[in-house]
């Protein structure tokens, strides 16, 4: 087992200010590639990446790490600094929220001073730690914050000419608030006139863009380093093509530039350099040996590793593959579900071992917009991804063997052909969901052939990621027109004589024709989610011979009337899992997971209340293997261990916890997994008292640890006995209480 860190024991007893949002059943998939800041705690590096932060100690080569998912508050970092006599370390966000972290627990700070009439950007550009103080900068300056009261003191708006200008970095020394601007070099003395910009002096004229301070002062613009007590200061005499960072220490000026991080004593004298060979946005200089942070690969040492905890290779992400023990992570996006947006990503792999980040990717001659990407199950070396762009030679459907290219399946017309999203249906046959001119339809794969065949099907602009069950392709279109295609393809894609399909619209009693996702269940319901509501259709395949088939709302009882389920809510996503629960996700309303008929909600995950990035969650998907439901957003993904795995009319492995379930230390439900499809369940004490029973649905079930009149148990041993549906299997489990 791996020690903690000293400063991560907050982990085990948070003390939150905000809800608690971290739990053992949360992960993140976040990526620790790009490093904005290194500081160190006797002998540990502790760096602040975009998602999260993670410690390093070079002796031992351990690797922890810290997040939404145990602890943090936000994602999207922005500053960070750490003092190591206090063992207190500061966050900042592009929100401008801000999270104190101290060895007793996590603080979340949202209060950030903001001047009357600034509507400028809230991101905190820096933060400089001096003992009990901290400096942040902030677009409309600085502030002074408290960190043993957690609280804001005085703040200095710089107000230039009527504008606001933006603090690019601040440090504290000898009472001092020292400033860089575009304007010049600020300082001011922490007096009742700090808050007074026209009281700040002018220490040097210029337009700099770091500054640190310890033993000395230092400060830069973009390719000269100026360093001195705090009055008078000298240039170290070399020039850089770009400064990214500066940071002063009790011995050394560590100096990070484009691609190389040198380090100077306090006379400006050089000590040595790294070449990275990659661009770096810090350095730091510990131990005799220099590291830098690099944008892409983590911390690099000396001797060239690359440390980071496992992860992708960027935190932008759209949908999700999932195939054994292998993730595919596409990253692309469309505004109005039409206009590419270029981010030049392409898609980053899990192989089950290690995370892979093609290096086709990095040379791709062109643009990408890789809105989907998708492991041949009968091939997992292979794998296919659509490249929705409007440059022609550049959009349309490759092939990639062992993360290398081997083939591009182009469509001509930039403008009028789209691909969009991929899928296997159970035979091993892939489909990919395509727009046309003024038709929607799909592209089947024929492997003896390594070719790609058209089928333009009905009236129709724009198109989602499709999915195939029992020989009906289920294709949404998302555009003003739309609807949800049912396509019959009767198991022979590539015989369509015999071929039969159905689009259903508003007439079918959806809310909109904007049909932005769809699911089927296993009861033969199709669930389908719209810009405007949710609607269930029964036993789709019958009705696609039907005149006019009608769609049926979900109603709910809320506050003693009935209400439709997500009214006037475009559902992004929905994921049906083992059990025939419903993962339902709501554009800014984040996830909603719901029973087989969606009339009970079970929990709603939101970034208030859970590790989710944002409340918009473009994918979700389910491992019935391990019982894991991941949630991608644009700003990363997060995975929730839930409690139903691959459920049969059989019991799995059963599982109960906690177990024991001390109050002291947890007072929620028991939670049991591992059960048949339907579970018959009698809880009785050691006498054989019945004290509970429930027939249990869906592969999981919870007790409150209440007695049949609502009485919590005395403390004891307790034993469930289940069995199935038809009682041809049981089981049995233990259960220790201990009030």
Do not use: C
């Amino acid at each position: 087992m791996k020690k903690i860190l000293p400063l991560l024991l907050f982990v085990l007893s948070l003390n939150l200010v905000a809800q608690k949002i971290s739990s053992p059943k949360w992960t993140d998939l976040f990526s620790y590639n790009n490093v904005l800041s290194i500081r160190e705690d006797n002998g540990k590096l502790i760096a602040a990446a975009e998602n999260g932060i993670f410690f390093y100690t070079p002796a031992t080569g351990e690797i922890t790490k810290l997040s939404k998912a145990n602890g943090l508050h936000e994602v999207k970092i922005s500053a960070f600094d750490y003092n190591p006599e206090t063992k207190i370390g500061l966050v900042g966000y592009k929100n401008g929220a801000l999270d104190v972290i101290t060895p007793e627990g996590i603080t979340y700070v949202v209060d950030i001073p903001i001047a009357t009439g600034y509507t400028g950007d809230k991101k905190i550009n820096h933060i400089s730690i001096a003992g009990n103080l901290a400096v942040i900068s902030v677009g409309y300056g600085v502030s002074i914050f408290r960190l043993d009261k957690k609280e804001f003191g005085d703040s200095a708006f710089f107000i230039l000419g009527g504008n606001y200008q933006a603090s690019k970095e601040a440090v504290i020394k000898d009472d001092f608030v020292y400033a860089v601007t575009s304007s010049g070099l600020k300082r001011h003395e922490m007096n009742v006139t700090f808050p007074i910009y026209n009281t700040w002096e002018t220490v040097a004229s210029g337009n700099f863009t770091q500054i640190s301070s310890g033993n000395l002062l230092a400060y830069s613009s973009a390719n000269q380093v100026f360093f001195g007590a705090g009055t008078g200061f000298s240039a170290i005499p070399q020039n850089f093509s770009s400064i990214q960072d500066v940071v002063v220490t009790d011995q050394t000026m560590t100096v990070t530039d484009a691609s190389k991080v040198y380090v100077f004593n306090l006379a400006g004298n050089p000590v040595k350099s790294f070449e990275a060979t990659e661009s770096l946005n810090t350095g730091f200089y510990a131990g005799s040996m220099v590291f830098a942070g690099s944008r892409f690969s983590g911390l690099i040492s000396e001797a060239g590793d690359k440390i980071k905890p496992a992860g992708p290779y960027s935190n932008t992400s759209y949908k999700i593959n999932i195939h054994n023990d292998q993730l595919v992570i596409s990253t692309g996006g469309r505004s109005a579900f039409n206009t590419p947006i270029y981010n030049n990503l392409g898609y980053y792999h899990f192989n089950g071992t290690e995370w892979i980040y093609p290096e086709y990717f990095k040379t791709f001659p062109g643009v990408l917009n890789v809105l989907d990407a998708v492991i041949n199950p009968s091939k997992p070396n292979e794998v296919f991804f659509v490249n929705f762009t409007f440059v022609d030679g550049q959009k349309g459907i490759y092939k990639m063997q062992n993360n290398e290219f081997d083939s591009k399946y182009a469509t001509s017309d930039p403008y009028l052909k789209r691909v969009v999203g991929l899928t296997f249906d159970e035979n091993n046959q892939l489909f990919v969901s395509a727009s046309f001119n003024g038709t929607i339809g799909y592209y089947y794969y024929t492997p003896s052939t390594n070719s790609f065949t058209p089928v333009e099907v009905v009236t129709g602009q724009s198109v989602q990621k499709p999915f195939a069950n029992a020989g009906i392709l289920y294709i949404p279109s998302p555009y003003t027109g739309g609807g949800l295609l049912m396509y019959d393809y009767k198991n022979t894609p590539n015989t369509l004589s015999d071929d039969r399909f159905k689009i259903l619209k508003r007439i079918n009693n959806l809310p909109a024709d904007q049909v932005v996702s769809a699911a089927l269940d296993k009861n033969d319901n199709l669930w389908i989610g719209t810009q405007n509501g949710l609607r269930i259709l029964s036993n789709p395949s019958a009705s696609i011979d039907e005149e006019n088939p009608q769609s049926e709302p979900i109603i709910i009882e809320e506050n003693g009337t009935g209400e439709e389920l997500f009214r006037d809510s475009q559902i992004l996503q929905i994921e049906v899992d083992s059990g025939n629960q419903k993962w339902v996700s709501v554009d800014d309303g984040g996830v909603f997971y719901l029973s087989s008929n969606g009339e009970q909600t079970f929990n709603q995950f939101t970034r208030a209340n859970s590790p989710l990035p944002t409340n918009s969650v473009t994918d979700i998907k389910v491992d019935s293997k391990t019982g894991k439901v991941y949630f991608v957003t644009l700003d990363g993904i997060v995975v929730y261990q839930g409690d139903v795995l691959e459920v049969t009319e059989n019991f799995g492995e059963v599982l109960v916890y906690p177990n024991p379930v001390v109050y002291a230390q947890y007072k929620g439900n028991v939670r049991i997994r591992g059960l048949a499809a339907k579970t018959n369940i009698r809880i009785t004490d050691a006498a054989g008292n019945l004290v509970h029973q429930a027939v249990a649905r869906g592969g999981s079930y919870e007790w409150n640890l209440a007695n049949h009149r609502g009485i919590r148990v005395a403390s004891g041993i307790y034993f469930v006995l289940m069995t199935n549906e038809d009682g041809t299997d049981t089981a049995t489990a233990k259960i220790a209480v201990v009030n």
